[in-house]
């Protein structure tokens, strides 16, 4: 059967696999975000402390992202992926557990976060670097739209069954349901034939491969260009599980139910950008649409540092994350099709280390503003932090392409 151009990927049975247990393990992870921001808002009411636990869980990605991506080169990657799966399985049903027994505190929160982080750096240049391989470089561009529609699907469903619990039945079942979620997705994923078999090694040790991988993408302009524009959208715009319920609370005034409907309003946005790069096809994105969503993303937190009604929150959120995915999706299908085989997992481990490892640095940002002069003005701040980077790049962009003209010409 004929498929659209966007879920051409479905055509593979193992994508189809792995697109199944990516959905149901990461609305469980999502429930599992919606609970450990409000635990932490319970346990300490301080907004700097909700942003420090968000630093921490995604500290181990900006420490060891580079590392990971060797290691993604080196072993099989099913096997690597199940086994982060499994760990992240354990850690949602501690946390669980410690909820339950009533002897939670915040370092408790604060290590199994960090935990968390060290997990996830293990499994994403792996699992980014398997989608290829599953599917081949034609279905490329389907294959990792289809998985940021997975994504953010979660983030609908997620937080909106995350608050919903939370408000009539306590923390607790979030974490057991994201436990269980990790234990379904190990299930579906053992059955891939796919493997993600190791490339041949050079015989250099890990620091030679982290450093063959950093040359080929620093000396690729294209590349260059989509890591800077991903780094402005990651410190700035995706700051969602710390700037979101402290508008929530602190301006909009509501519980988590309106957490919950906000996060989903965001990810239905999401999920409409990644089908809209889905649509796109196996092409590589135009700077011109990279260019034009990252200042749109950028432009919708300053609206939203405005906002003191909940439906207008609603229609920006649902903005922001229409024009961030389609940015992330662009910038995730950009370098996949940039990236050699052999060199595949290191390119995509600079992928995670930007998209996750400076969000450590914005968290802080935003808890640390936030709790001086509000959640308002921290979004104030992002919003034109990220537009001014976004106008620094372009102009580099521009300047690289006049030199390029005129070298032509000459």
């Known amino acids: 059967m004929s498929l659209p151009v966007g879920l051409r990927a479905f055509h593979h049975a193992d994508f189809r696999r792995f697109f199944t247990a990516q959905l149901v393990a990461q609305t469980g992870t999502w429930m599992q975000t919606v609970a450990q921001s409000w635990l932490v808002l319970q346990l300490t009411s301080s907004p700097f402390k909700l942003g420090l636990v968000g630093s921490l869980q995604f500290a181990p990605i900006l420490l060891f992202s580079l590392a990971s991506g060797a290691l993604a080169d080196r072993v099989r990657r099913r096997r690597l992926i199940l086994s982060a799966q499994t760990a992240q399985g354990c850690q949602a049903l501690g946390l669980g557990a410690l909820v339950y027994s009533g002897h939670v505190e915040y370092w408790h929160v604060v290590v199994l976060a960090f935990c968390s982080g060290l997990i996830n750096v293990l499994d994403q240049p792996a699992r980014q670097s398997l989608v290829a391989e599953m599917v081949g470089r034609n279905d490329v561009g389907s294959a990792v739209a289809l998985n940021s529609a997975s994504f953010n699907a979660a983030r609908i469903v997620g937080p909106g069954l995350g608050g919903v619990l939370i408000a009539r039945y306590g923390i607790t079942p979030a974490f057991i349901v994201s436990g269980l979620g990790c234990a379904v997705s190990v299930a579906v994923l053992s059955t891939l034939r796919v493997e993600g078999l190791p490339r041949a090694r050079s015989g250099d040790g890990v620091l030679a491969d982290m450093r063959t991988g950093l ?22 715009v995706f700051n969602f599980t710390v700037y979101v319920p402290l508008v929530v609370r602190t301006v909009l005034h509501l519980g988590a139910e309106g957490f919950g409907l ?8 999401a999920v409409t950008g990644a089908l809209t790069v889905g649509a796109m096809g196996a092409r ?22 405005a906002v003191r009604v909940f439906w207008l929150a609603a229609v920006l959120l649902f903005l922001t994350g229409l024009f961030g995915l389609v940015l992330v999706a662009s910038c995730n299908t950009a370098m996949q099709l ?31 503003v936030s709790e001086k002069w509000g959640v308002g003005t921290s979004l104030l701040v992002n919003g034109t932090a990220g537009l001014l980077g976004v106008v620094v790049l372009f102009s580099w962009w521009r300047s690289r392409d006049t030199s390029i003209t005129r070298h032509r010409e000459t």
């Open 215 to 236: 040359q080929y993408a620093f000396g690729t302009p294209e590349i260059r260009l989509t890591l800077g524009l991903l780094f402005l959208v990651s410190i700035f």
């Open 284 to 305: 590589r994105p135009p700077a011109a649409v990279m260019f034009g969503t990252a200042t749109l993303a950028c432009s919708t937190l300053v609206l939203l540092s």
């Open 262 to 269: 906000l996060m989903a309003c965001l990810g239905m946005g």
């Open 338 to 368: 940039s990236a050699p085989d052999e060199l595949r997992g290191r390119v995509m481990s600079l992928y995670t280390l930007v998209w996750g490892g400076v969000f450590p640095i914005g968290a802080f940002l935003v808890g640390a």
